[in-house]
């Protein structure tokens, strides 16, 4: 069965370093996102992504984060300049039709990221 | 309350026994997901149900939406020690997002 793959699994780096978040979504979904988990907390959107540019994104995604599909395959998320309260689990989702439709959306297994 | 919110926070019951958990939220919905989530792990999608239905079943789970009261209920019937998990109500509407409510942590003992 298809499914959203992301990497690194768990990525640790230095308060101030950029770090990149890759996620491969399933093949033929149009609609690409990004959200984050604070670890006890609730899974908080950031960004949604079609047609390769910005089409929704909350108040946690400020210019410190950008988003990129380089290729017909890679999705990824860049936090420039990685801050403590940056530490996260960060899911990568996808979906074929987007909110007009029933929005199933299909996660990856999230890469937990830890600033130290 | 925030939207999303569920009750109860964590259940522990015994395998066999029925689990029911519930989600409140606050906005117009087009629908509400319930997802489960293993510890550590990415999120499963289990069930989607319509703002224009009421109840729908999928194998062990059963969910109802009441958007009277703006409430959505997922029973998960014979529990086995494998539904361990916290579960997480989600409402979509005409935007792109999911919005998660707070998660329900079951614990099934064998």
């Known amino acids: 069965e298809p499914e959203v793959t992301q990497t690194p699994s768990h990525q640790v780096t230095q308060m101030g370093q950029e770090v990149i978040l890759r996620c491969v979504p399933i093949?033929?979904?149009?609609?690409f996102y990004w959200y984050r988990q604070i670890l006890g907390q609730k899974v908080e959107f950031l960004v949604s992504?079609?047609?390769?540019?910005?089409?929704?994104k909350s108040e946690i995604f400020d210019d410190q984060f950008s988003v990129e599909r380089p290729d017909g395959s890679n999705f990824t998320l860049k936090i420039r300049s990685t801050k403590l309260e940056d530490s996260a689990m960060y899911f990568c989702?996808?979906?074929?039709?987007?909110?007009?439709?029933?929005?199933?959306?299909?996660f990856g297994a999230g890469t937990r990221l830890s600033v130290l | 309350s925030q939207q999303g919110e569920e009750d109860p926070q964590a259940l522990s019951i015994q395998e066999g026994e029925n689990a029911t958990m519930n989600c409140s939220y606050k906005?117009?919905?087009?629908?509400l997901q319930w997802y489960r989530q293993n510890s550590g792990r990415g999120l499963v999608h289990l069930i989607l149900?319509?703002?224009?239905?009421r109840e729908k079943h999928s194998g062990r789970l059963r969910v109802t939406l009441d958007t009277s009261k703006k409430s959505s209920s997922l029973l998960i019937t014979a529990s086995r020690a494998a539904d361990t998990a916290s579960y997480f109500c989600?409402?979509?509407?005409?935007?792109?997002?999911?919005?998660f409510g707070t998660g329900t942590r079951l614990q099934v003992f064998p």
């Open positions: 989702a996808s979906t074929r039709q987007g909110p007009a439709a029933e929005n199933i959306q299909y």
């Open positions: 093949s033929n979904h149009l609609y």
């Open positions: 992504f079609y047609n390769n540019e910005i089409s929704e």
């Open positions: 906005t117009s919905i087009n629908n």
């Open positions: 149900i319509r703002s224009n239905e």
């Open positions: 989600a409402t979509g509407d005409n935007t792109d997002k999911l919005i």
